[in-house]
């Protein structure tokens, strides 16, 4: 255990009195908040918080703990700010992990950017759709769709909602006809990403009803970027998502299919080992990528702005 991160965990959990909003706050899971407090009550051989399903609150050895353990995490702050000063240059080696599709349309750009500002950072930028371990590839930061496992040892910060979108081009929906329900895709050639962990199920909803049709996949492949091309030459319907397709939805390039039916939202992800303190160089592009995002996504802000 770390027993200074720990600490840390403790000190915000102390302060919000929340598992939950300590973990948004450090970019952890509530489970790894959790786990963290266990093993520092366990190391103390003894309990720090009263948990209910109300509210956290100290016992008497957490607030006997809490100022000195919180001196200690600052301490430990001013001892990294001595190191890493504000305002002193970033540089070195940086690692970042995408998927190929967010990699090539967004990601790439963004870092390019944030290299002319810091132009002694040396990135390396891999681009594959493959679920890579980040700690065991010694990834500084892996962009995931999606959440994160417990049981990773990564800590999360969220960049931007992903919102999927089923899609065709006009020549292959004037061919086949434009699906009006959910179910309509059984008769259609869809186009199907082999890493979807639900195989060929696709979930809708709408004003509270659900529905899941499992796909006949006509083309299948690995790299949203194969499927986004498939569909353009009017192979059949894609699962896409908005960061891909905007563009080609904004000039009738592809055109929506089922838009009344919502699809399953994830979130575009920044990942990074747990077990240690950010590296300022990461934190940095972190940060950068937040701001580049947030709140809306430019690509998501651009249909927004096309469908007033």
Request: hydrophobic share 45%; with cysteine.
């Amino acid at each position: 255990m770390d027993q200074l991160q720990a600490m840390e965990i403790f000190v915000e959990v102390a302060r919000l009195r929340s598992f939950s909003a300590a973990g948004r706050k450090l970019g952890l899971t509530r489970a790894m908040v959790s786990k963290h407090i266990l093993q520092l009550e366990a190391r103390l051989d003894a309990r720090l918080l009263h948990r209910s399903t109300r509210e956290v609150s100290l016992t008497e050895a957490g607030q006997a703990y809490l100022s000195p353990c919180t001196a200690t995490v600052e301490q430990a702050r001013e001892a990294a700010r001595a190191i890493n000063p504000a305002g002193a240059e970033l540089a070195g080696a940086l690692r970042i992990q995408a998927p190929s599709s967010f990699g090539s349309a967004w990601l790439a750009d963004a870092v390019a950017r944030f290299n002319l500002l810091h132009p002694k950072l040396t990135p390396s930028l891999f681009v594959d759709d493959a679920l890579l371990d980040p700690i065991r590839h010694g990834f500084d930061l892996t962009i995931r769709v999606g959440g994160i496992p417990d049981s990773s040892g990564l800590a999360m910060r969220r960049l931007a909602p992903c919102r999927g979108v089923l899609c065709a081009s006009p020549a292959y929906l004037a061919t086949h006809g434009m699906p009006a329900e959910p179910e309509d895709l059984l008769r259609h050639q869809c186009l199907h990403f082999s890493h979807l962990t639900d195989g060929t199920s696709w979930h809708f909803s709408r004003a509270g009803a659900q529905r899941t049709v499992r796909v006949q996949a006509g083309f299948t492949a690995n790299n949203g970027l194969v499927l986004h091309q498939a569909a353009l030459r009017g192979l059949g319907i894609v699962y896409n998502t908005t960061f891909l397709a905007w563009r080609d939805l904004l000039d009738g390039t592809l055109v929506p299919v089922l838009p009344e039916w919502e699809l399953p939202l994830n979130d575009l992800s920044a990942l990074y080992p747990a077990a240690r303190q950010m590296s300022p160089k990461v934190r940095a592009l972190v940060d950068f990528l937040v701001a580049e995002y947030q709140p809306v996504p430019p690509w998501d802000a651009a249909l927004a702005r096309a469908a007033l």
